[in-house]
């Protein structure tokens, strides 16, 4: 399987900081079906990135994804309060769907 | 609006079966893969399966492929997900989550199922 892995593991930033949170594949997935999620404490995830550069229906242009292969990245380019979380990748480029470890933004 | 409501809370004991519903409104129900993502408690997500609910086709991931069993009502747009030989490992919050069948975006979470495995 697809094994991802996220760094760093935690971000300490200030609000109105840019964040870059990077997501390393264990082997080439397809731009197709890399995704990142946000996750605050006690709810379910949020889609903020799909198809490695595609906004989710809703998010702020603040969010934003590049990459390709084996080496994906997300931007948050002026840290907001509500940005303050844990950030996932993902891929179903090749079964079974995995994720990464997470990265945690919290607060400098 | 687009949901999944998912099944209560459930307290297990090891080597029990439990098992989940997930009902989806405000969508076309077979135009969308429903997925099962679980997390154990200060963990990661950790993918379980998904089910085409159009033709009913299922795809379970390695760690779980023989405990594992989903399947689905179209009669009432509901998805099942059945974990059989709990174990104290399996203790975590169960989430369906809806996926187009383009992109595999995970765009819509149901709200979650914690299932506490304890003797």
């Known amino acids: 399987e697809i094994v991802l892995t996220q760094s760093p593991g935690t971000l300490s930033l200030s609000p109105g900081e840019r964040a870059t949170l990077f997501c390393r594949a264990s082997?080439?997935?397809?731009?197709?079906?890399l995704a990142w999620f946000q996750q605050k404490a006690g709810q379910a995830p949020r889609l903020l990135v799909y198809?490695?550069?595609r906004r989710a229906t809703g998010i702020p242009d603040r969010f934003s994804g590049s990459g390709s292969g084996t080496d994906f990245t997300l931007t948050i380019s002026r840290l907001q309060p509500e940005d303050f979380a844990v950030y996932y990748c993902?891929?179903?480029?090749?079964?079974?769907?995995?994720f990464g470890g997470g990265t945690k933004v919290d607060i400098k | 609006q687009v949901q999944l409501v998912q099944s209560g809370a459930e307290v297990k004991k090891p080597g029990a079966s439990v098992r989940f519903s997930c009902k989806a409104s405000?969508?076309?129900?077979?135009?969308?893969?429903i997925h099962w993502v679980r997390q154990a408690p200060g963990q990661g997500l950790k993918w379980m399966g998904l089910?085409?609910?159009?033709?009913?086709?299922?795809s379970y991931a390695p760690f779980l492929l023989d405990r594992i069993t989903m399947a689905r009502d179209t009669s009432t747009t509901t998805v099942f997900m059945e974990l059989s030989g709990l174990r104290s490992e399996d203790t975590a919050v169960y989430f369906c989550?809806?996926?187009?069948?383009?992109?595999?975006?995970?765009?819509?979470w149901g709200q979650g199922t914690t299932v506490t495995v304890s003797s």
């Open positions: 989550v809806r996926s187009d069948m383009d992109y595999y975006g995970l765009d819509v």
């Open positions: 405000g969508y076309t129900f077979t135009a969308y893969y």
């Open positions: 089910i085409n609910p159009s033709s009913g086709t299922t």
């Open positions: 082997q080439s997935v397809s731009n197709t079906y």
């Open positions: 198809g490695a550069s």
């Open positions: 993902q891929q179903f480029s090749t079964s079974p769907l995995t």
